[in-house]
């Protein structure tokens, strides 16, 4: 078995349980994709399975990405609203622009040895 033929014969089956799972096409892209290349490690082992068998195996690993992915997505809502609810809000960007300019207009700062090398 190689990866075209894992391929060849199953990315259909994949697309779909994909998109049942995720209801998004770029998601199921990239969960088939994924569950191709995992496949990779596993290639004389879906040699010898059956072929409902190795749909099962190539579904179940989808899943398990699909969920992962879920999970990871998750976590990181969460510590990005932790995060936001934690952080003071921020000057107006004007205003940090503005700090920014009056830093960085002082031409003669590299000329007075406070630059590189000086």
Request: negative net charge; contains cysteine; charged residues 25%.
């Amino acid at each position: 078995m190689t990866i075209a033929d894992l391929y060849t014969d199953y990315a259909p089956i994949l697309r779909r349980y994909a998109m049942r799972l995720s209801g998004n096409a770029d998601t199921m892209e990239d969960l088939v994709q994924d569950t191709i290349l995992r496949s990779m490690a596993h290639l004389e082992l879906l040699g010898i399975l059956n072929r409902p068998q190795c749909e099962a195996w190539l579904c179940r690993t989808l899943k398990n990405l699909f969920i992962d992915a879920q999970h990871k997505q998750r976590v990181q809502q969460e510590m990005l609203e932790k995060w936001c609810d934690a952080t003071p809000v921020a000057p107006c960007w004007d205003q940090s622009w503005m700090m920014i300019l009056e830093i960085l207009s002082a031409p003669d700062r590299l000329d007075r040895g406070q630059g590189f090398g000086g």
